[in-house]
């Protein structure tokens, strides 16, 4: 092994297109070089589509192999092979491929084989994988960053304020202070731009969305007559999904979707008027989605999802009054300790999801639990009776022709 060359790395890096030196790993990698290798990286991309690492490299040894490491924020890190043309290294991802969340920090660094010599990893440095395909003007305070495309002054200045009266809101709801670090709030002008951003499809009526890791929310929110109501929706709501992260971190996704939705809607200044119609119709036509069903990600399909967000609000909103903001604390406890969903809602509560949904569904929606009950086994007596038609009617038969002979 030759231990000159192995110690002998200097690095450079390009930031974006602009080439900016780190003077520490200059100073650090020259104090113990006999051989410099000097690294010059850009970064490019087309959102969406492909990032490109282009690299320069200065060595005295010739480079024999080249990987680049690069790892999206809150993602695992991947290795990918570099092409090696003389003094240069490139490789493009293609963004088909692989994905790199919207608006995300992402760290990259180098592995490098000179002839001779064993791997060198070079330091760590990263870009934002920032939506470059708009122009994004910005607002912010020290909890907030507003950032939109489509709109004037006015415009963000309206999302500010209602971002700051969503932290409150959530705040209020959680019980928790305000928030750890600022909150990204971008806003794009239709649900169409903010899907293709997120590379969803199949879910048309998808308005918002949360990177809660990131703490980044990307809102569809159009400058228009509707534009307060619609902030009012969706802000507050989105916020709610990033301080829920914050307040639990890594346990987040043991939360389940009834409750972490059902709290984010609470949240909406301007709630949704037929989230009260459609449970009462679903409460009549007994078409109410059982709550253990909604401990799972939500159904795609458009009705049944609302149906899912209205009754997730409803049922919060009845836990919350029956036993308060600590309450709702210590279910999040108990969720983040690892309990299932039934089994937590006993632990905080003293009884089990199912009971808790009776209750709900008596004190808040008029259906008594009997009457529930009922319901729920009425196709089966039908089918009972049905079956047993034949054997009453064979035995009233039997009966009769007895009785005559
Ligand atoms: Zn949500």
């Given at each position: 092994m030759?231990?000159?060359l192995?110690?002998s790395?200097?690095?450079?890096i390009?930031l974006l297109?602009?080439?900016?030196a780190?003077?520490?790993?200059v100073?650090?990698a020259a104090?113990?070089?006999?051989?410099?290798?000097?690294?010059?990286?850009?970064?490019?991309?087309?959102f969406g589509e492909q990032?490109?690492?282009?690299?320069?490299?200065?060595?005295?040894?010739?480079?024999?192999?080249?990987y680049?490491?690069?790892?999206?924020e809150?993602s695992?890190?991947?290795?990918?092979?570099?092409?090696i043309d003389?003094?240069?290294l490139a490789?493009?991802?293609d963004?088909n491929q692989t994905?790199?969340?919207?608006?995300?920090?992402v760290?990259?660094?180098?592995?490098?084989k000179p002839q001779?010599a064993?791997?060198?990893t070079s330091a760590?440095?990263?870009?934002?994988y920032?939506d470059?395909?708009f122009?994004?003007q910005?607002l912010?305070?020290?909890?907030l960053?507003?950032?939109w495309h489509d709109g004037?002054?006015a415009f963000?200045?309206?999302?500010?304020?209602?971002?700051?009266n969503?932290?409150?809101t959530?705040?209020g709801?959680?019980?928790t202070?305000?928030p750890s670090?600022q909150?990204r709030i971008?806003?794009?002008p239709?649900?169409?731009e903010?899907q293709s951003?997120?590379e969803?499809?199949g879910?048309?009526?998808?308005a918002?969305h949360?990177s809660p890791?990131?703490?980044i929310?990307?809102?569809?929110?159009?400058?228009n007559?509707d534009q307060?109501l619609r902030m009012?929706q969706?802000?507050?709501h989105e916020?709610?999904?990033?301080m829920l992260?914050q307040?639990v971190?890594?346990d987040?996704?043991?939360i389940?979707?009834?409750?972490n939705?059902g709290?984010?809607?609470?949240a909406?200044?301007?709630p949704?008027a037929?989230?009260?119609n459609?449970?009462?119709?679903a409460?009549?036509n007994?078409t109410l989605l059982?709550?253990?069903?909604?401990c799972?990600?939500f159904?795609m399909d458009?009705s049944?999802?609302?149906?899912?967000?209205?009754?997730?609000?409803s049922?919060t909103?009845?836990?919350q009054?029956?036993?308060g903001?600590?309450?709702?604390?210590?279910?999040?406890l108990?969720?983040?300790?690892?309990?299932?969903c039934s089994?937590?809602s006993f632990a905080?509560?003293?009884?089990?999801l199912a009971?808790?949904?009776?209750?709900?569904?008596?004190e808040?929606?008029?259906?008594?639990s009997?009457l529930?009950a009922?319901?729920?086994i009425?196709?089966?007596l039908?089918l009972f009776?049905?079956?047993?038609?034949?054997?009453?009617?064979?035995?009233?038969?039997?009966?009769f022709?007895?009785k005559k002979?």
């Open positions: 030759n231990q000159r192995f110690t790395l200097l690095l450079f390009g297109l602009g080439k900016v780190f003077p520490a790993d100073i650090a104090a113990s070089s006999g051989l410099s290798i000097e690294v010059f990286p850009q970064v490019s991309y087309i990032v490109s690492f282009d690299v320069e490299v200065k060595s005295e040894a010739q480079i024999d192999e080249a680049l490491v690069y790892q999206p809150g695992e890190s991947r290795v990918i092979p570099m092409q003389q003094n240069r490789v493009d991802l963004l994905r790199i969340p919207p608006f995300s920090r760290a990259y660094w180098f592995q490098l001779g064993d791997l060198i760590s440095y990263a870009f934002n920032d470059n395909r122009e994004w910005t912010e305070n020290e909890q960053a507003v950032f004037d002054l963000g200045q309206s999302a500010l304020n209602t971002g700051i969503g932290l409150e959530a705040s709801l959680l019980g202070a305000a670090q909150i971008y806003i794009y239709s649900t169409q903010l951003a997120l969803i499809s879910q048309p009526w998808l918002g949360a890791q990131l703490g929310v990307l809102v569809s929110i159009a400058p007559a307060r009012e969706q802000i507050p916020l709610v999904h990033v992260y307040s971190g890594k987040y996704d043991r389940p979707p009834w409750l939705e709290l984010a809607t609470l909406e200044l301007y949704n037929d989230y009260a459609v449970l009462v119709t409460g009549k007994n059982p709550m253990s069903s909604l799972s990600p159904p458009a049944r999802a609302f149906l899912s967000y209205a009754q997730s609000a049922f909103r009845f836990l009054q029956k036993y903001v600590s309450g709702i604390q210590n279910l999040l108990k969720y983040s300790d690892g309990l299932g089994e937590a905080a509560f003293g009884k089990p009971s808790l949904e009776s209750d709900w569904k008596e808040t929606l008029g259906i008594s009997s529930d009922l319901r729920r009425a196709p089966y039908l009776a049905v079956l047993l038609l034949p054997v009453l009617i064979i035995g009233i038969g039997r009966l022709s007895s002979g």
